[in-house]
């Protein structure tokens, strides 16, 4: 038969409850403790910071500021990216197999769902250009977290396409977008608050610390830039913009972005086309620029071109004058894309309205690669514009 156990003395059965007792504690504590860590983590990590105002990045080089809102919350932007986003996955998802597809679906969902809550709506652009040099101006773009995760998880996303950093701190990693050591390339600054995207190192590092930029933007400038609405956005404004005009930074501008598209010749059309009409980019002093995204198809454009002398502000709306109404059948037939212009001559500036609507088609040639239909449409506007203008002068 089993032998009994031997009763426990009083001394050893209160060893035995103080011991369960003490494991009961610690457990609890050990969980009380872990709750309130992750708590404090999570408070830590997604506590709001705070939205810095753009002047603060401003400096005495700025000759150019936009303001970008692409906010999920505005119904034609969410409609665009919504269609953006359904392109990519046709377009990629299209080799995969099945579970494949899910899982780029997830991942698409995810990005156009998450981006409101990673970093700010608004994000602003910046175009430099010292006084004193006659070199093209350099851009940066600055964008701001709102909370310490959001930077954890842009910072991954990063690190996951391959990235090494070139140098870094403990509050920031520097990255080389692309090209090699003698090629030019976009540079990357990430901090904890921020990340700065820059086509120039030292523009990059000056806007990553603020404290090192100087000076005050000129006059002129400031008048433009109070014209934004910086502080509270308009409902139908997606993204302002505004240039100083200052070592001809508009014409610059225009010629940069045509030589991009390979459109050198559209470039100098239009130089001789303002020249018949007695007009020069010269004589512009600025322009301010207001755009909404209306849906996926549709974008509506409003450029102010201010001029002080009235006799030139009278030329260039009698320029600008020509090209209302003007949607060439060419153009429209090979690329769906259709704009209606309309001008306004005001006190001190001629007011241009671009009303565009074929946006899809346009994504659906880009996405397709077919850049020689984008590049014979664009081409075919450009060139019916200038026809007319010429012939108008003549």
Same mark, same amino acid.
């Given at each position: 038969m089993p032998q009994k156990p031997e009763p426990l003395t009083s001394v050893e059965e209160t060893a035995h409850r103080q011991r369960r007792w003490g494991c009961t504690c610690g457990c609890l504590a050990f969980l009380v403790a872990l709750i309130v860590g992750s708590l404090a983590i999570a408070y830590f990590a997604l506590r709001p910071y705070p939205l810095v105002r753009p002047d603060r990045w401003l400096t005495s080089? #700025?000759?150019?500021?936009?303001? +970008? *809102?692409? $906010?999920? &919350?505005? @119904?034609? #932007? $969410? !409609?665009?990216?919504n269609y953006f986003a359904r392109r990519i996955q046709e377009k990629l998802g299209h080799d995969l197999q099945p579970r494949d597809q899910q899982a780029l679906h997830s991942a698409i969902t995810l990005a156009r769902q998450s981006t409101?809550?990673?970093?700010?709506? $608004?994000t602003f652009l910046y175009l430099e250009r010292p006084r004193d040099q006659e070199t093209k101006p350099h851009f940066a773009v600055v964008a701001q977290f709102r909370h310490f995760f959001g930077y954890l998880l842009f910072r991954m996303a990063v690190q996951s396409l391959g990235l090494s950093p070139q140098s870094q701190t403990p509050t920031e990693l520097v990255f080389r977008l692309g090209g090699n050591e003698k090629e030019a390339a976009l540079i990357l600054v990430l901090a904890h608050t921020k990340? %700065?995207?820059s086509d120039d190192a030292a523009t990059a590092e000056s806007f990553s610390r603020p404290e090192k930029a100087k000076g005050t933007p000129s006059e002129r400038f400031m008048t433009y830039y109070g014209e934004l609405n910086t502080d509270k956005a308009k409902a139908e404004e997606d993204l302002c913009f505004a240039l100083v005009n200052e070592n001809n930074a508009i014409g610059s501008f225009l010629e940069y972005l045509l030589a991009t598209w390979k459109q050198q010749k559209t470039w100098q059309r239009i130089q001789d086309a303002l020249a018949k009409h007695n007009v020069a980019f010269s004589d512009i002093q600025g322009v301010v620029? @207001?755009?909404?995204?209306? $849906?996926? !198809? *549709?974008?509506? +454009? %409003? &450029?102010?071109f201010f001029v002080e002398q009235p006799t030139v502000l009278k030329r260039l709306g009698e320029a600008a004058k020509l090209l209302e109404g003007l949607t060439p059948p060419s153009a429209a037939s090979t690329s769906g894309f259709a704009a209606k212009i309309e001008t306004h001559l005001a006190r001190n500036y001629v007011q241009v309205t671009v009303d565009c609507s074929g946006l899809r088609n346009i994504i659906n040639l880009w996405m397709e690669g077919d850049t020689a239909t984008s590049s014979t449409a664009l081409t075919s506007v450009q060139t019916t514009g200038m026809s007319l203008s010429a012939s108008s002068s003549q």
């Open positions: 080089s #700025t000759v150019g500021f936009g303001l +970008c *809102r692409f $906010s999920s &919350a505005d @119904s034609g #932007t $969410s !409609d665009l990216i409101d809550w990673i970093i700010y709506p $608004s990340f %700065v995207v620029v @207001s755009l909404d995204i209306v $849906s996926s !198809d *549709r974008l509506k +454009c %409003v &450029a102010q």
